[in-house]
């Protein structure tokens, strides 16, 4: 049961075929950027680029806004399609469709994505610029990259090239919005994949060089550099990320401020120095790598997932996004996620709905911290084909949890699909059948 919206709202149509960016859009684009950059130290640095004209893919890692800017500075004078999230074309999708952009919703299978790529790659002779991550990067570590990523690859034919950046995510961590911190940005353009190496390599292979070319880790980077970060608030909004206290175990108690995160059921305080490494101001530092505490409480909730102890139920505000104009007050609802995947159940407009997601659906969730298009706090947005709903959880600091939770449920039911397929092939073998 879908959301019963009034006649007049008609989801947005991402099947649209995609423009070609033009010329003049695509200096606007980089003069534009450049402007906004110019009190910004940064340097993009091409590696291996030669000879890399389109059509080609560009994968970009995703830290902040900025990344946007790099992209347009480091693919000029190119013309480029970019994949862009519903909510990225809230209230202007005219212009992203004239800057040539391609709608895609979070986590949802869309072949109609993969149909207008390969037309840009086809019949425009763009590059298209995918963020494959698909999110912000929450503590600067390279996130999951989907299975299919090496498929599509393949499919298209073209030619691969990553952009990496570093320092975006030490300026502005994702999880601090409101404070940027002095920090020199550098980005590396690097072709990766010629078309005739597409060609030969398989999918699983395809999808092995670009996990190699697109690791990344903003703390060893900024250790390796000598990145000194002085900022006296360059703690604040860590807890959103680090929510479950090593010591005690305690989840969602965790709090900051300033060069401190401390969790406020046991007591115990952490400082990030300048260099980005945590220390216990009282006994033993459980975790100086911030990454490391972060894997840490993936660990833990993949044990509860393991052990089927896992279970999420809370009361959620909703706002849906059908069509980019405005955002819609479903009301309340309630959120549930356990290993069947998530379910939202509430009323509007005279009626009761309910959105399900299949835990094997979903190989990641998009998560916000502070949301700015609706009100400042944490999210979760859940899509489906045409709608997407963003929950206000009741309970604070949890939305970081059911990322995790999110992935290590794919992985299981991965897995077990997995396991189910090996059991038909042997008691086919055992047959006599091949």
Not at 133 to 156: H, Q
Not at 177 to 204: F, N, P, Q, Y
Not at 408 to 431: P, S, V
């Amino acid at each position: 049961m879908e959301v019963k919206y009034s006649k007049w709202v008609k989801p947005y149509d991402t099947t649209k075929k995609p423009l070609r960016q033009a010329k003049l859009f695509t200096f606007i684009l980089w003069a534009g950027s450049k402007v906004i950059m110019a009190f910004q130290p940064y340097k993009v640095e091409k590696i291996n680029m030669e000879g890399f004209e389109r059509p080609y893919l560009l994968l970009s890692n995703h830290h902040y806004f900025v990344d946007f800017y790099l992209n347009a500075i480091a693919t000029y004078p190119n013309s480029v399609n970019n994949i862009a999230t519903i909510d990225g074309y809230y209230r202007r999708p005219f212009l992203m469709e004239w800057l040539g952009c391609l709608c895609k919703r979070k986590f949802t299978t869309d072949i109609s994505l993969v149909r207008s790529i390969k037309y840009c790659f086809e019949e425009l002779k763009s590059v298209v610029s995918l963020y494959p991550e698909a999110r912000y990067t929450p503590i600067g570590t390279t996130a999951i990259l989907p299975d299919s990523l090496g498929k599509m690859v393949k499919m298209c034919g073209v030619p691969v090239a990553v952009l990496l950046h570093h320092g975006n995510y030490l300026h502005t961590p994702f999880w601090d919005h409101d404070h940027a911190r002095k920090v020199k940005l550098h980005s590396t353009l690097t072709g990766i994949l010629t078309a005739e190496e597409v060609k030969k390599l398989s999918a699983d292979e395809i999808n092995e060089k670009i996990r190699e070319a697109f690791y990344y880790n903003e703390y060893e980077w900024q250790k390796k550099n000598n990145i000194r970060i002085t900022e006296p608030f360059r703690a604040q909004g860590l807890h959103k990320v680090l929510y479950q206290c090593p010591h005690c175990k305690t989840e969602s108690r965790m709090n900051s401020k300033g060069t401190e995160i401390f969790c406020e059921a046991c007591g115990k305080r952490w400082e990030m120095d300048e260099l980005g490494e945590l220390h216990a101001l009282e006994g033993e530092t459980e975790f100086t790598h911030i990454p490391d505490w972060f894997e840490w409480e993936r660990s833990e909730v993949r044990r509860q997932v393991r052990e089927g102890s896992y279970h999420f139920e809370d009361e959620v505000e909703v706002y849906s996004l059908p069509e980019p104009w405005r955002f819609r007050n479903l009301g309340k609802a309630t959120l549930t996620h356990d290993e069947t995947g998530f379910t939202i159940k509430g009323h509007y407009n005279g009626e009761d709905y309910c959105i399900h997601r299949p835990a094997q659906g979903m190989y990641g969730l998009h998560v916000e911290y502070d949301y700015v298009y609706i009100k400042p706090c944490d999210c979760v947005d859940i899509s489906i084909e045409n709608d997407s709903f963003y929950c206000y959880p009741t309970l604070q600091n949890v939305v970081t949890k059911l990322s995790f939770a999110t992935e290590e449920l794919f992985i299981m039911h991965k897995e077990k699909m997995q396991e189910e397929k090996l059991k038909k092939r042997q008691k086919l073998a055992a047959k006599g059948n091949p």
